[in-house]
């Protein structure tokens, strides 16, 4: 069985996928009109597929920020080898950044505000509010 770490991974390999897909079709659409479909869809199949991946317990930021960025990277690549656009070393430099950015996002979700271990899902106990101590479940509460 997968876990739902490796579930989440997997989900969001394939919502990077159909994102680039539709934005890649997004240009194409233009000169072949029935593009459009694959663009809907894949939009559609992307955020679909990211809602997935949130509800394996990945954190938001980063779930979204490894979408983005893998998005706006591969986008970058393959615009270029499909429609020969340019990718110029500044481009490089900045996709480099982009990674950079959410690698440092990724690193720093994995430790938590008390220094707890995450497990790379992304998931943090829910805190208490300010005031109140932390349920702690319905024996407890009963005794209250």
């Known amino acids: 069985m997968i876990s739902m770490a490796a579930r989440g991974w997997a989900l969001l390999g394939c919502a990077i996928a ?18 459009y479909a694959v663009v809907v869809f894949g939009y559609l199949g992307a955020f679909a597929l990211l809602t997935a991946v949130l509800r394996t ?4 930021g980063v779930a979204y920020g490894i ?13 270029m080898a499909v429609y020969g656009e340019p990718l ?11 990674i950079t950015g959410v690698l440092c996002v ?5 430790t938590g505000p008390t220094g707890a271990q995450d497990h790379g899902t992304g998931a943090e106990a829910p805190a208490a509010p ?6 702690t479940g ?3 509460e009963a005794d209250r």
């Open 88 to 98: 110029t070393p500044l481009m490089g430099v900045g996709i480099a950044l982009v």
């Open 18 to 35: 159909a994102e680039v897909t539709a934005t890649l079709s997004l240009k194409g659409a233009l000169e072949a009109p029935a593009l």
């Open 130 to 135: 300010a005031g109140r101590a932390p349920d």
């Open 67 to 79: 979408w983005a960025a893998a998005g706006v990277a591969l986008t970058a690549v393959l615009s």
């Open 138 to 140: 319905p024996a407890e």
């Open 106 to 110: 990724e690193l720093g979700s994995r």
């Open 57 to 60: 317990g990945m954190g938001l």
